[in-house]
């Protein structure tokens, strides 16, 4: 766990706060873009943390969270979304084919869509289990080698093949810029790509840049550590 344990009876206190500033933020973010902050999706991404991190959130009114692992998400969600009147479930970290069952089962939206065989999975999953996911396609916006997401020279044709082949309605486009690289040229590249193939959903920007994504046109921000913490362990 990321907090220290001497800390434990006051450490929901301060959740409030950090998700007042972070709404706090997006609106004034918004407002120097000439958008509307209710344009903006706060995805409060609560992966590494447990039901007593995510429950004092989820109780300040917040509705979307984001998880990176199918499995850690299907082993802590089910119990807290009972606790929820409103909750929107978003998966933002690689999908395997061979949990595409599950991630449809368990996610509102998939940002990570990123080929063929995923694509032909998670529709498949959806017909079956008569349930639709928002999606959104991952593009690898630095053609960064380890990293998951179509590579840029093929995304228009990729989002075809989706559109086309796999019949699936996509929402938006989803990157993560390099981490050693301002992120701006691959959050404009991100909304060009998505301009010209009519998407209209950008899910981009985290605790460090989601101002920057926001003034790029960001309709998703996905933000872990500004509200929760930072994680222990776990590079980002
Ligand atoms: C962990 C993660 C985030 C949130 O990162 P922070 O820097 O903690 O805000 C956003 N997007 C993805 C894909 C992640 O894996």
Redo the contacts with the bound molecule.
């Keep these: 766990m990321a907090r220290k344990l001497g800390h434990k009876h006051s450490m929901n206190l301060p959740h409030h706060g950090t998700l007042q500033d972070v709404r706090a933020r997006i609106e004034t973010a918004a407002r120097a873009a000439g958008r509307e902050a209710s344009e903006i999706t706060l995805i409060a991404?609560s992966?590494t943390f447990g039901a007593e991190d995510i429950l004092p959130v989820l109780q300040a009114g917040q509705t979307g969270f984001?998880e990176?692992r199918v499995q850690e998400a299907a082993g802590k969600w089910p119990a807290l979304r009972s606790s929820a009147t409103r909750l929107e479930l978003h998966l933002?970290?690689s999908l395997q084919s061979n949990k595409a069952a599950d991630a449809v089962r368990l996610f509102d939206a998939i940002?990570t869509i990123d080929r063929p065989r995923i694509a032909q999975a998670v529709a498949a999953e959806m017909a079956k289990q008569a349930r639709q996911a928002q999606l959104f396609i991952q593009v690898n916006t630095g053609d960064e080698k380890q990293k998951a997401g179509v590579s840029v020279g093929s995304a228009d044709n990729f989002i075809a093949e989706c559109r086309n082949k796999h019949r699936l309605q996509i929402s938006g486009l989803?990157c993560?810029p390099p981490v050693n690289e301002m992120p701006d040229r691959h959050f404009e590249l991100l909304a060009q790509i998505a301009r010209r193939n009519d998407l209209a959903n950008l899910s981009m920007g985290?605790?460090?840049d989601?101002e920057t994504a926001i003034k790029f046109g960001a309709t998703h921000v996905?933000?872990?550590?500004?509200i929760?913490g930072t994680?222990e362990g776990q590079p980002?």
């Design positions: 991404v992966k984001g990176n933002i970290g940002h989803m993560i985290m605790s460090g989601f996905r933000v872990g550590s500004a929760f994680r980002r």
